[in-house]
């Protein structure tokens, strides 16, 4: 079966360190790749995403994710987080295939991380 | 301003008891999906909907029900066969297939389900 790993389920940064938060898929086929974002009491919200193209994906609030398709790897990285930052973070992979013909989103578990002043 | 709206934000339920979860959205999106996400293990797909009265399970939908009556509405309801439904249930929604951002999708803010 198809599965998504993030690597790290909890991560604690002081403010200007940098991140990076691992994932790994398992499916071999063409895939659009996601980075969701849930900060405290608030909606899951799109981070970034790939499609195709440069591998080097920006998103929002300064964060960055690289596709290396050889690495079946999709990780998230920022040069300097903030105490804003502290969220969880969630990869997940669209996945074709599946039985019945239906695509669907496949999540990791989640990545917690708290950034303190 | 568009987007998906759950109600309610926190549910409690007795046990036995069947509870209906709403969800809305006026985006104009043909599909709908609802999630399940418990600590430490994501989100997991429980039904989704891709067009109106037309609905599938997921991956988890076993004691769950779903109906697809109108565009923008998507209910979910937990029933008492449903063994562990303390959980935190979130509505999607997406364009639809053959739109190219079809496979993104967007959430409404979740309802907290304790059964007591």
């Known amino acids: 079966a198809q599965s998504v790993s993030q690597h790290n389920h909890h991560v604690i940064l002081s403010e200007a360190a940098s991140l990076e938060l691992g994932c790994n898929y398992s499916?071999?086929?063409?895939?659009?790749l996601f980075w969701y974002v849930q900060y405290p009491g608030q909606h899951l919200q799109l981070l970034l995403k790939?499609?195709?193209?440069?591998?080097l994906v920006k998103g929002i609030k300064g964060f960055e994710a690289e596709f290396i398709k050889s690495k079946f790897s999709f990780n998230l990285r920022k040069p300097s987080v903030q105490w804003s930052d502290t969220a969880e973070y969630f990869c997940?992979?669209?996945?074709?295939?599946?039985?019945?013909?239906?695509?669907?989103?496949?999540f990791g578990a989640g990545t917690r991380l708290a950034v303190h002043p | 301003d568009g987007g998906i709206t759950q109600s309610p934000k926190y549910l409690f339920r007795k046990e036995g008891q069947n509870v209906t979860l709403s969800c809305e959205q006026n985006?104009?999106?043909?599909?709908m999906y609802w999630y399940r996400q418990d600590p430490g293990q994501g989100l997991r797909l429980i039904y989704y909907?891709?067009?109106?009265?037309?609905?599938q399970k997921g991956d988890i939908a076993e004691g769950y029900s779903v109906s697809r009556e109108k565009k923008e509405s998507f209910p979910l309801t937990v029933t008492s066969a449903q063994k562990n439904p303390t959980a935190f249930y979130l509505c999607a929604s997406s364009i639809g297939q053959g739109h190219p951002s079809y496979n993104e999708q967007f959430f409404g803010p979740g309802t907290r389900l304790t059964v007591l």
């Open positions: 790939y499609f195709s193209g440069d591998p």
């Open positions: 499916y071999g086929g063409t895939v659009n």
């Open positions: 985006l104009n999106h043909d599909a």
């Open positions: 909907s891709q067009i109106v009265n037309d609905f």
């Open positions: 997940a992979v669209f996945n074709s295939g599946f039985s019945g013909g239906y695509n669907k989103l496949i």
